[in-house]
Structures are given as structure tokens and as C-alpha cells.
């Protein structure tokens, strides 16, 4: 069973472009967490999903952020016309539905914009 | 709003010592409490899940114990060795499946 998968592992962007993060959540899971996490800082929640649901979003910047968690296929954490505060470690975590409240995390995808 | 914090921030000691991380939280309707590790560069590690109902959890060198009532956790880490250096976090769950994130202790131990 594998664990959370996090593609790429880096990404690198010029100022202006799009950012596409994936999470692909363990087997089984259907919650969907994600988290950002700047040098030397704490992580700070964005968006927390379900299969096709977002359930909260209360972390997530108004514009130009958005994320979705289809029917099928991975977890997208989209990021339109990065700027230079974007650069950070973006973190995914999955947990299962209803049996158990533990969250296992990915290793990261780690955004840098030039 | 559920505020976590980790007290100290950063703690340097010497291997073989035996050492408290602490976690506080405000809001003391939580569900479960889980520590993590974070090592540079790399994605969360769970340590150990204590739930709501439960008053302590141990793996290994590890215990780690939740007052719900005084809104702390702390995580006893005996016999300290240099491969436990990391940064380690607490997370709480609250309504609606919330986690919300400690601020985070450094560890160093020292050989």
C-alpha cells in the first residue's frame, strides 16, 4: 500500500506562470488535506476536500489559488500567476473515511518561483 | 478558533538525556491529538495518535500524554539520541475533521 503521493517533487516557475500540484491520497482514503509550509515557519492549513467536495477552504488565498479533488484521479492544488511569496513547501495529507482521524502526509512538493 | 502552541521552540541537549516536549491548544473540544516529526527538507512522520478518550499512547522511547481538560499534550522522549534530532510538531483535531498544527519544537541532540 503505497503512501501519499506528492508530483513533483520540485517545481520551478517564472513569476506569471501556472503551478499544478498533485496529491494522489493512500488507498482507501478519501480526505484530502493541504497544507504550505514557508522556511523556518509552521505549516498553515488551506483546503481540506472530499471526493468531488470542497469542505473547507478557509485557508486558502481568495485569487488566484484553487483545488480540486475529482471523482477520479489525484488532488490538484492549482496556482495561476505565481508570484514570488509562493515559493514554498506545499504539503498533502489523506486520512480515511470515518474509521480512524489520522492524517499521513507526502513528502512535499517544494515551489520555487524565479 | 483553535490556537496550538509548542513550548520551547527550539531545545539543544546532550544524547542519552531524557527530555518533555510540550503542546498547548485553547479550544478543548478536540477529537485527537497527533504528534509528528518533520526532518529538513522532508514531509511529516506520525509518531504517535492519542485519541480524545485516551490519556496516553507509547511507542518505543516515546510516550506522549493529553489533559484535554488543561488543553495540553506533552511527548516524553527518554533516552535521547542524535537520529531524534527533527523538528516535531502536535496537531489537533477539532469539528468537521479541522487539524490544526502546533508551531513546532526544535530538536538537537548532541552526541
Known amino acids: 500500500n503505497a503512501g501519499v503521493m506528492q508530483n513533483p517533487r520540485h517545481l520551478v516557475r517564472r513569476r506569471g506562470q501556472e503551478a499544478r500540484l498533485r496529491c494522489s491520497p493512500m488507498?482507501?482514503?478519501?480526505?484530502v488535506y493541504w497544507y504550505r509550509q514557508l522556511p523556518e515557519e509552521g505549516l498553515k492549513f488551506m483546503v481540506y476536500l472530499q471526493k468531488e467536495n470542497i469542505i473547507d477552504e478557509s485557508g486558502m488565498p481568495k485569487e488566484r489559488f484553487s483545488a480540486e479533488f475529482p471523482k477520479e484521479g489525484p488532488s490538484i492544488l492549482r496556482i495561476q500567476q505565481v508570484v514570488r511569496g509562493d515559493s514554498a513547501a506545499y504539503f498533502c495529507?489523506?486520512?480515511?473515511?470515518?474509521?480512524?482521524?489520522?492524517?499521513?502526509f507526502g513528502s512535499g512538493t517544494q515551489l520555487s518561483v524565479l | 478558533k483553535q490556537e496550538v502552541t509548542q513550548i520551547p521552540a527550539a531545545l539543544s541537549v546532550p544524547e542519552g538525556e531524557n527530555l518533555v516536549l510540550n503542546c498547548s491548544f485553547t479550544d478543548s473540544a478536540i477529537y485527537n491529538l497527533q504528534w509528528f516529526r518533520q526532518d529538513p527538507g522532508k514531509g511529516l512522520t506520525s509518531l504517535l495518535l492519542i485519541q480524545s478518550s485516551q490519556r496516553e499512547q507509547t511507542s518505543g522511547r516515546l510516550n506522549a500524554s493529553l489533559d484535554k481538560s488543561s488543553g495540553r499534550s506533552t511527548l516524553y522522549i527518554a533516552a535521547s539520541q542524535p537520529g531524534d534530532s527533527a523538528t516535531y510538531l502536535c496537531a489537533v483535531w477539532g469539528g468537521y475533521q479541522k487539524v490544526t498544527f502546533g508551531t513546532g519544537t526544535k530538536l538537537q541532540v548532541i552526541p
Open positions: 488507498k482507501g482514503h478519501s480526505h
Open positions: 495529507a489523506s486520512s480515511p473515511l470515518g474509521t480512524e482521524e489520522k492524517l499521513f
